[in-house]
Every structure is written in C-alpha cells, then in structure tokens.
C-alpha cells in the first residue's frame, strides 16, 4: 500500500506589511474594531508588479529545499488560487515553467480559501495511486488586488502571500484522509466577477460578512466532526489543529464547539489577515519552522471559503 507523506513545507510572504493603524488613515476604521472583530493585526501587500506566481515560485522553492527536492524531480503541480495572474496558461503551469521541471500536469484548482485543500486532496490520491512522486501542492493568493478598497466591511480582512507542500510516497500515512464538499446555493454570500459571465459587474471581493460567519462556524465543526470520526479518533488525540485563518473568533468558536484548547490551535491570522487558498500552507509552514509542530505529530487540517466550499483532512506530519 502507498500512501503520501508531507516531505516539506514552504511559505513567502511579501515584504510590505500594512498595519491596522495603516488602515486606519486609508478609510473609517480603527485597530481597535478590526482586533475585536477579526483577531488581525497586520497582513503583507504584494509589491506593485509581484504576482500570484512570483510569490508562489519563493514558497514552492522553500518546500522544496526542506524536502531535500530540487525542481527537477518534481512530476506534479497542483496549485490552488483564486487570483490567477492570467486567464490561461494556468498558474500550474506557469510555475512549471519558473521551476524548469517540463511534461508532468501542472494546474490550478479554483475553490476560493479551499483551494490549498482541494490541491492537497488531489495530489494526495495521485501519490497513493502511484502516477506522482513528487508532488508539489500550493495555495497562493493575491487578494489585495481583487479587495475593495472602498469597503470597510471587507477590505480589512484579507492579505497576500503563498504556500507550499512538497509530497512524497510512504509504507505508512502521512495523509490519513481528505474530506471535500460544496453547496453552490451559497454563491451569492461571497463571491468576486470578473469572469466571463459580464453581468457580473463586480470585479471585487462582495461578502455578506454576518451570514458567512454563522455558515462557516457551523459548517466548520461538522467538517473536523466528520474527519475524527472516518479515522476513529477524538479530538483530544489531536496535536494540532491547523484551521484556515479567516477570523480568530470563527478560529476560536470552531476550537470551542470540539472542545479544543487554543493551545493545540495554529493561529496566524493575527499577522496575515485572510490569505484564502495560502492561508492553511502559511500557517502550517510558520508553525514547522518555529519548532511547533514536529515530525510524527497528529494534525487536522481544515479550510471554508467562497462557493461555499470547504474541506479537512487529516496528516500525521
Ligand atoms: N471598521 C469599523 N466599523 C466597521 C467595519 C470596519 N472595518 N466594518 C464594518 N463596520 C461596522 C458596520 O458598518 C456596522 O456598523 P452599524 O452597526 O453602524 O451598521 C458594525 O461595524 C457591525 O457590522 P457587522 O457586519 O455586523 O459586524 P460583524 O460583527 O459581523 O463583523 C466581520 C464583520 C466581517 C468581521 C464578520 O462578519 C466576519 O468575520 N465574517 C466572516 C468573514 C469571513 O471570514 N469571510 C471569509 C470566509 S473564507
């Protein structure tokens, strides 16, 4: 039987990094509101000309190097975001094409904040099929250029950055399971036009911010419900969970339902703001390399976003 394992993680975050009290000089808003509400504190901006794929490329080589990979062995690219830098070639490939590897399939998954898990999930069960070796999975986002700056409500929740995982194959898991699911009746509360449906005029992120909470909170703790149950665990046999990083209080109230102490939570909303598809990689990287979470350890990964979509999945690391 082969299973795949987690070989490396990577994350990049872009150098500018604006402030509550930054926001607060750009619109009517205040630390203090965004705090209480949101649990953010700062969140990185892209550089004018920085791209999904330029930040995408700085993660994946990361994981890579921790996985002791170079790009040449990688033979799969599955990439999740919902800020392509372009309509086609998808950023699968134009990755590929930064990291020199040619002819393995290279594309891109676009689930909104699910689409790191969505990836995750797919490459999983090409390495369990045996079609992929080196598997690399990235979520990556550039939200500040699709963030409405003119809307308080929205705009000071979301940042940018990327993050990556390399796969590899195991006698043992590593990837226990992976649960995915959809309710398109849910497209209106989130959602960003700009595709070809043109009567779609909003080309910025529109969210119905009370209603996605309540959805998400609910929706959350079934998701985690579900992954304990299909490998005949408790919570309390948990190390970590690393949850998408959306808001501290949807974080914290998802924690509470299970019973979860914060303490066994990966938070990193408070310095990254909502980074979508990157949200789970980035916390998941910033958690490896500050000795948090260590090799052998039980972790549940969960992720909910625009569609709505979300998915879990559980990894001993
Ligand atoms: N600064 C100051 N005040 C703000 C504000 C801001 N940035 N944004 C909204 N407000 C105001 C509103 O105008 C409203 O004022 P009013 O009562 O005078 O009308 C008040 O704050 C309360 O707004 P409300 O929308 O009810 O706040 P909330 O407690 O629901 O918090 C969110 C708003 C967006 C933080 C919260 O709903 C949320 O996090 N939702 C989930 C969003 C999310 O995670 N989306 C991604 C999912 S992947």
Redesign the pocket.
Known sequence: MIYARIAGTGSYLPEKVLTNLDLEKM????DQ??RE??GIERRHIAADGETTVDMAERAARAALEAAGYGPQDVDFIAFGTTTPDMVFPNCGVLLQARLGCRGAPAFSVET??SGFMYALSIADKFVRAGEAKRALVIGAETLSRIVDWSD???A??FGDGAGAVVLEPADAPGIFSTHLHADGRYKDL?YCGGGTDLSKTRRTIA?S??E??KV?VGTLGKAIKETLEANRIECSGLDWLVP?Q??L??IQATARRLGLPMERVITTVQEHG?T?AASVPLALDTAVRSGRIRRGQLLLLEA???GFTWASGLVRY
């Open positions: 619109m009517d808003t205040s509101w965004i509400r949101t909104a904040c308080r409500s929205s000071v929740l989130l969210m911010g009370n996605v909470f998400a998408h959306a808001n209080r949807i909502n979508s909910f976003g625009g």
